[in-house]
C-alpha cells in the first residue's frame, strides 16, 4: 500500500495541488475506513482492488468529494455528489464569525441559510447551538434533496427546514443569524478544471462582475435580521469593498472578515 501511494501521488500530481492527500483519501475510501486509520493501521496492508478505479476518476478532474460522496464542515461530515458545491474551508469562516457575535451555544436561536447547498451552513450552525432551529432556502432541487438527507443522517432534521426558493423572497423576518454563501464568480473569470467541470454552475457565476446575487440578498437582508442579530455572507477575495457598499445602501452596519489564508472572505452585516 505504501507503494501505491507513492505511484497514485506521482500521477495525480498532474491534475492536483495535493495529490498525496487526495491519494490517501482515496485509499481509505476503497478501504471503508478513515484516512487516519489508514495512517496508523493499513499502510504495510495490500492494496485493494478498487483503490486504482478511484484515482482514474481522479485524473478526470472529478473532485475527492464526488468520488467519496462526503466532506468534512465545521464538526460535521456532509453527503455530497454531482450537482451540489462542495462546502470548502473558507467558508467555515462565516461559522467562526457568528459563534464570536453569538457565543451563547444554548441560545434558542432562530436561523436562516439563504443558497444552502447540501446544508452545509445551516447544518454546521444547528450542531453549534443545539437550541437552535433553522430555514435552509436553494433554488436547486437536487441541493434541497442532499440537504435533507444530511439533516437526517446527522440527526438535525427535527430542527432543520427546508424550502425551494429565489433566496428570501416570501420569507418572514426576524432571525438572529443569516447565513449566506451565493454565486460570486463573475463570468469571465477562470476556474480549475475539477470546478468548472463538475460543480454546478448555477452554484459559482453571478453575472459580468460576480455581484448580481448580492444585490438581490442586500435588498433583502434589513427586514430579515432581527435586532441583536446578524449576517455572515461569504465573499471573493476582491469583492469587500463592493459588497460592503450594497449592504451600507440599506442601512446595515458593516465589517470584514478574513479566512485563515489573510483573504478577506466574509462581509458581517448587522442592523
Not at 25 to 42: F, K, N, Y
Not at 187 to 201: D, F, I, N, Q, W
Not at 230 to 249: D, F, N, R
Request: glycine share 8%.
Amino acid at each position: 500500500m505504501r507503494a501505491a501511494l507513492a505511484e497514485a501521488t506521482r500521477r495525480l500530481a498532474a491534475v492536483s495541488d495535493t495529490p498525496r492527500l487526495d491519494a490517501e483519501l482515496l485509499m481509505a475510501h476503497a478501504l471503508g475506513t478513515t484516512r487516519e486509520q489508514l495512517l496508523l493501521r493499513h499502510l504495510d496492508d495490500p492494496t485493494p482492488a478498487n483503490f486504482e478505479p478511484l484515482i482514474d476518476r481522479r485524473l478526470t478532474h472529478e473532485p475527492v468529494a464526488y468520488i467519496t460522496g462526503t466532506r468534512d464542515f465545521w464538526t460535521i461530515s456532509l453527503a455530497v455528489g454531482p450537482g451540489v458545491l462542495i462546502p470548502r474551508p473558507d467558508s467555515e469562516t462565516l461559522i467562526e464569525a457568528a459563534v464570536e457575535h453569538l457565543p451563547d451555544i444554548e441560545a434558542p436561536l432562530r436561523i436562516l441559510d439563504l443558497g444552502t447547498g447540501p446544508g452545509t451552513l445551516l447544518l454546521a450552525a444547528l450542531a453549534q447551538w443545539p437550541e437552535a432551529r433553522g430555514l435552509g432556502i436553494d433554488a436547486s432541487p437536487d441541493a434541497l434533496d442532499y440537504a435533507r438527507r444530511n439533516a437526517e443522517r446527522l440527526d438535525l432534521a427535527d430542527r432543520a427546514s427546508f424550502r425551494l426558493g429565489n433566496w428570501a423572497e416570501g420569507v418572514a423576518g426576524g432571525f438572529d443569524l443569516v447565513l449566506c454563501n451565493p454565486p460570486y464568480i463573475a463570468a469571465h473569470e477562470s476556474l480549475p478544471a475539477e470546478v468548472r467541470e463538475h460543480e454546478p454552475g448555477a452554484a459559482l457565476f453571478a453575472g459580468s462582475d460576480g455581484l448580481d446575487d448580492y444585490r438581490i440578498i442586500a435588498s433583502q437582508l434589513p427586514r430579515l435580521i432581527a435586532p441583536g442579530g446578524m449576517a455572515a455572507i461569504e465573499i471573493g477575495a476582491t469583492q469587500a469593498k463592493a459588497v460592503s457598499a450594497l449592504l451600507t445602501a440599506q442601512g446595515l452596519k458593516v465589517a470584514v472578515r478574513r479566512d485563515l489564508a489573510g483573504r478577506d472572505r466574509c462581509v458581517i452585516a448587522t442592523p
